[in-house]
């Protein structure tokens, strides 16, 4: 029987993390498909070697019982009244329903090419819950309301260093008499700061489960080598770029500017599989975190704040991630890189280190926030570098709409199904926990 029960979770996390490879996923490569750096195939097979590899190889193998510290699993323990296991089956039964339930309302996203944050899914399905289990004060809503005010800063920060960003290459470069000369004096110092921040970024949200357990890999080491690493790319960069600018100072304008937005495809493809590889290292966590916590409950009957991963977890969390990425995340991909504002390989690089370097700083701070809320963000920066009209404001709107509703429709669809789940299998699953 519980092997089972367990079959039916890890089929749930699957699905989960079939859906945050169509959805989240497919943001990282939106910039590269919509600046035509990469074609959905081409991105497609990138993004999903780098998830994989994040998800497997580093991904974490310690999870929050209940993620993000939502719902503390000892308030569900401490109910009175409750029979011998009833809080573990209860526990078990709800975070299945708060899985499918993210799962849904990220499936119907996708299939209407909104791109909403995963770990907000799953935070307002665990959220709901924790409410019908154990009432409205289980709920830790100074966590929720940090969520609640990442929703207008991760955009807003990434929409002006976007915008900074962006603004610099076009006055400097692309906005210049000689875009080809320009390029060759600047691009280098570019290179600096997206490898830079690409590196900073690996270590700290890629590889931090690793890193973690290195004694000598301090703050002031890894700055280190990030910028001597960084100084010896732009380096090479500089050599590169006058070798491929080389003879084309002559060409008319546009013809110079064409030659230059390749000098930046390169860069917006590194970019794009670093926030992939992070993301993968970051974000299974959503998809098997919950079904670690049930695969624990009913092999050891009893409820602990954290949980280990067995690596068969992880494998199916990444492997689901990279499935839904190849189904169906060319949706989302779309909106996110064509259907906000025009990319270019310039605009796709000033957007993702943008993204990257928001996403970074808030995690150093502790600060929640949604790398699709920050991409968007920084996405909509550029756009406005351009003008308002440099938006489509209907396209922004319905985001704006589907983020604000992505915690309390999960959390209203979790409470109904940990009802129905209460009712059909809380027993049976009680029974299975105390050995009868």
Not at 380 to 408: C, D, E, H, Q, Y
Request: hydrophobic share 55%; charged share 10%; glycine share 10%.
């Amino acid at each position: 029987m519980d092997l089972l029960v367990i079959s039916v979770a890890a089929l749930l996390g699957l699905y989960m993390a079939w859906n945050i490879g169509a959805n989240d996923v497919a943001n990282s490569m939106a910039d590269a498909v919509g600046s035509k750096a990469l074609s959905v195939k081409n991105a497609v097979i990138l993004a999903g070697l780098c998830e994989f590899a994040g998800a497997v190889l580093v991904g974490s193998h310690v999870t929050d019982t209940v993620r993000k510290g939502i719902v503390d699993p000892m308030v569900i323990a401490k109910i009175p009244g409750l029979l011998p296991g009833e809080a573990a089956a209860m526990i078990v039964v709800g975070m299945t329903a708060a899985l499918l339930s993210a799962a849904f309302w990220l499936h119907f996203s996708s299939a209407t090419g909104m791109p909403v944050s995963t770990t907000h899914s799953i935070v307002g399905a665990v959220a709901g819950f924790g409410i019908i289990a154990a009432g409205i004060d289980s709920v830790n809503w100074v966590k929720i309301g940090q969520i609640v005010a990442s929703w207008f800063i991760s955009p807003l920060a990434g929409g002006i260093i976007a915008y900074v960003f962006f603004k610099f290459i076009t006055v400097f470069i692309l906005g210049q008499e000689r875009p080809v000369a320009a390029a060759s004096r600047y691009v280098p110092f570019i290179v600096f700061i997206v490898s830079a921040t690409v590196i900073l970024a690996t270590v700290y949200k890629g590889l931090k489960h690793v890193t973690g357990e290195i004694d000598w890999l301090t703050d002031n080491v890894t700055m280190i080598f990030a910028l001597a690493a960084s100084l010896f790319f732009a380096v090479i960069s500089k050599i590169w770029v006058k070798r491929t600018l080389r003879g084309k100072e002559t060409l008319s304008i546009s013809q110079q500017l064409e030659e230059v937005e390749g000098v930046f495809t390169p860069l917006v493809i590194i970019s794009s599989c670093s926030v992939a590889f992070a993301h993968g290292a970051n974000d299974v966590a959503n998809s098997v975190g919950p079904l670690a916590a049930v695969v624990h409950i009913l092999q050891n009957g009893t409820i602990e704040m954290k949980v280990g991963v067995p690596f068969w977890i992880l494998a199916l969390g990444g492997a689901g991630i990279v499935l839904g990425l190849a189904t169906y995340g060319h949706r989302v991909m779309r909106t996110v890189g064509t259907k906000i504002t025009e990319i270019t390989p310039s605009r796709g690089v000033a957007a993702d280190v943008a993204a990257t370097a928001t996403v970074l700083v808030c995690t150093r701070m502790s600060l929640p926030v949604s790398t699709t809320h920050t991409l968007v963000g920084a996405i909509m920066g550029i756009g406005l570098a351009r003008g308002l009209s440099g938006i489509n404001r209907a396209v922004a709107k319905k985001i704006f709409s589907s983020w604000i509703i992505t915690v309390p429709a999960a959390a209203f669809l979790a409470m109904i199904l940990f009802v129905v789940g209460r009712l059909l299998f809380l027993e049976k699953v009680r029974l299975l926990i105390i050995g009868i």
